[in-house]
């Protein structure tokens, strides 16, 4: 059963930083493009930052673009998403997913993305 598990997810204050994790248990992991999505409350869940598969591309969402890194480590099946200079609109649930392959060429589609997290949330005070 595959799953994706993210943790880091915690209240902090305006200006701080935050790493999430997402730890799957895909087989093959180094073969799918991994991507943070997040959804605030009252709207729609987005994206954030996407990591292609063969290790060559990232994206990211203009709203978080340097301030958010996204990396992945395939010897431990996890992916990340350092988070600085948070801002009370980054309060969200974030959620990982996972897609086969995918090329990454600029907002990934949420309806393409094969696996799913759960989220965790972050909130971030002012």
């Known amino acids: 059963q595959v799953q994706l598990v993210e943790s880091g997810g915690r209240l902090v204050q305006a200006g701080g930083s935050l790493r999430l994790s997402c730890k799957a248990s895909l087989r093959a992991f180094s073969s799918y493009t991994l991507a943070w999505f997040r959804q605030a409350p009252g709207k729609e869940r987005e994206f954030v930052a996407a990591?292609?598969?063969?290790?060559?591309?990232?994206y990211y969402a203009d709203s978080v673009k340097g301030r958010f890194t996204i990396s992945r480590d395939n010897a431990k099946n996890t992916v990340y998403l350092q988070m600085n200079s948070l801002k009370p609109e980054d309060t969200a649930v974030y959620y990982c997913?996972?897609?086969?392959?995918?090329?990454?060429?600029?907002?990934?589609?949420?309806?393409?993305?094969?696996?799913w997290g759960e989220g965790t949330l972050v909130t971030v005070s002012s």
């Open positions: 990591f292609s598969w063969s290790g060559r591309s990232t």
């Open positions: 997913a996972a897609d086969w392959t995918a090329q990454v060429m600029g907002v990934m589609p949420q309806d393409g993305m094969d696996y």
